[in-house]
């Protein structure tokens, strides 16, 4: 697939989701030749369903579109499907039936090798920061750049770049025991920012941090986000939820039961 | 492609020193099962050099009556010589007959009485050696056509059947023996280097999640077995030099008959069999372990 079919494939995408929130579809459409450029999407769920091996429905019809550039949160209570929803955009599982599109690929159809490919369009940020425990920070950052063949001389400033970015230059040289959890969620972040994503998908990114640090860490993915990239994250921080007033998708047993511009609970 | 080499290798090199105990055990599990290869095929070289010996030995003997003449003899020996089974002919007269034989004796530790007869009770013979033990042809009718001159063949043919059919057995027995300690290695060092991989899982789930291709995860994890079982095959090595001399002594006092020499030939062949084995289980061994964790 060439890039203009894939932007085309993801637009096709766009149109056949009724989106709820008129303005998220608006916004930074670009003007190109005095024709308005539809925002590209960067997550597309098309009636997707997920059944484990063992019989368990994990998700059920689910539709979603996120724009470039939007700010998503996902909630819902534990089991209701949000880890599945992740691990079908990042491609640890493949969904049982359904389209998942994400920054204009179709992950279903993807090959094993083109996996990594379609990693490297995404960042991704756990709750357990996943670093690798005897490399220092700057070396864990570097890891997501060397691992894609990226030449040294392009690593150092790309490293550096986001170590600012995260506030981090000082500690780069120390290892993730010596950090307290923010600052290792923190090099986690930049880990997933090195490589320029089109998408930042974070699983519950604070579930582990205590309240003060949980709103650094969310202020960080909204200067990201400020910044053109797209972020998904999924939570249960209902403080953090409400207070910011984003877009929040809601799931239940698997189903998508509330997408709206709201707080962490149902509100009438 | 160079740099992807180079990250590979920089990789196993962390990776190898920053999990020193795992990469010790298994690199001392290499050394042990390469130890073990080793001394098989010292030992299949040595059998293999004694069979051979033996094998040798397999000859057709045909007992010259007393005060034939010369002429005759070798008229013999000239028609013998001719057929095509046949690779080489010697002729013994008595005294040389009679010298080998005191010669033997002497050898195992038997007292002597030929010399107190005064007369020379063994006679002349012919000593034929074939090209191959298996194919005697008309060696033998010749000899015993040669009525007047032969008093006598010695028919070993039977004799020399059964002991081809053993050496043969303990070939194919060396043979099979050999490929299932290898097929026991492999198991043993596959199951070492996928503990030392099982350790490190956690790392591999972190690349694929960057977005590492399978050759970005696997590649360094090959070199890491290559150089586990390079470092073993030297240490292998290394013992093997230090035990050559007193084994070889151990082995020419054992049986002393036969004449197995731990020669260039076998050194080399050993250096090839042991590098190229560590390599090989290294190098298979990590990429087997590795792959579990790719396929996905």
Redesign the interface.
């Known amino acids: 697939m060439t890039t203009s079919t894939r932007r085309i494939a993801g637009a096709l995408a766009a149109a056949t989701v009724s989106h709820p929130e008129p303005d998220a579809v608006e916004g930074t459409s670009a003007v190109v030749g005095g024709l308005p450029e539809p925002r590209r999407i960067s997550i597309a769920l098309e009636d997707v369903s997920k059944v484990y091996p063992n019989g368990r429905r994990a998700l059920a019809d689910v539709d979603l579109a996120v724009p470039d550039g939007d700010f998503v949160f996902l909630v819902g209570p534990s089991g209701a499907g949000k880890t599945t929803l992740i691990k079908l955009l990042?491609r640890?599982e493949v969904a049982t039936s359904g389209t998942v599109f994400v920054a204009g690929r179709d992950v279903s159809r993807l090959s094993?090798?083109e996996v990594?490919?379609?990693?490297?369009r995404i960042g991704?940020v756990f709750q357990d920061y996943?670093?690798?425990p005897?490399k220092s920070v700057r070396e864990n950052v570097a890891?997501?750049l060397?691992?894609?063949?990226t030449?040294g001389r392009q690593i150092r400033p790309a490293v550096e770049r986001v170590l600012a970015l995260v506030g981090l230059t000082a500690q780069g040289d120390q290892l993730p025991t010596q950090l307290s959890g923010g600052e290792q969620q923190r090099t986690a972040i930049a880990?997933a920012l090195v490589?320029e994503p089109r998408v930042i998908i974070a699983d519950e990114p604070t579930g582990n941090l205590d309240p003060l640090i949980s709103w650094e860490i969310i202020q960080l993915l909204l200067r990201i986000n400020e910044l053109g990239t797209t972020v998904l994250m999924a939570t249960h921080n209902a403080e953090v939820v409400t207070a910011l007033r984003r877009r929040v998708v809601a799931l239940e047993d698997g189903r998508v039961v509330r997408d709206e511009v709201g707080g962490y609970h149902r509100e009438y | 492609m160079l740099r992807f080499l180079a990250f590979s290798i920089r990789r196993a090199w962390q990776g190898f020193w920053r999990n020193a105990v795992m990469s010790l055990a298994a690199t001392i599990t290499m050394t042990l099962m390469l130890l073990m290869l080793a001394g098989l095929v010292i030992g299949l070289s040595g059998m293999d050099a004694g069979l051979r010996f033996i094998e040798q030995k397999v000859e057709v003997q045909a007992f010259i009556a007393d005060g034939v003449p010369q002429s005759r003899i070798d008229a013999l020996v000239a028609q013998v010589r001719a057929l095509p089974e046949v690779s080489e002919v010697d002729y013994l007269d008595k005294q040389q007959a009679l010298a080998q034989w005191q010669e033997q004796l002497r050898q195992q530790g038997q007292p002597d009485y030929s010399s107190e007869t005064g007369t020379n009770p063994i006679p002349a013979s012919i000593q034929v050696k074939l090209k191959d033990p298996h194919v005697y042809g008309t060696v033998i009718q010749t000899l015993q056509a040669a009525q007047g001159v032969v008093t006598d063949v010695l028919e070993t043919q039977h004799v020399v059947d059964a002991l081809l059919s053993v050496t043969g057995f303990l070939r194919t027995a060396g043979v099979v023996v050999l490929g299932l300690v290898g097929i026991t290695v492999l198991f043993i060092v596959v199951n070492t280097i996928r503990l030392a991989v099982v350790a490190r899982s956690e790392e591999i789930e972190i690349m694929r999640l960057v977005g590492a291709s399978d050759a970005f995860i696997r590649w360094p994890f090959i070199f890491e077995g290559v150089l586990v079982g390079l470092l073993g095959a030297a240490v292998t090595l290394g013992i093997l030099a230090l035990a050559a001399q007193p084994i070889g002594q151990g082995v020419a006092t054992l049986i002393g008959q036969v004449p197995i020499q731990f020669d260039r030939n076998l050194a080399e062949e050993l250096i090839l069999v042991v590098v190229g084995a560590g390599l090989a289980l290294g190098g298979v061994g990590a990429a087997i372990s590795v792959r579990t964790y790719l396929i996905r």
């Open positions: 990042i640890d094993r090798r990594p490919k379609l990693r490297r991704i996943r670093l690798l005897n890891f997501a060397e691992v894609t063949g030449p880990r490589h």
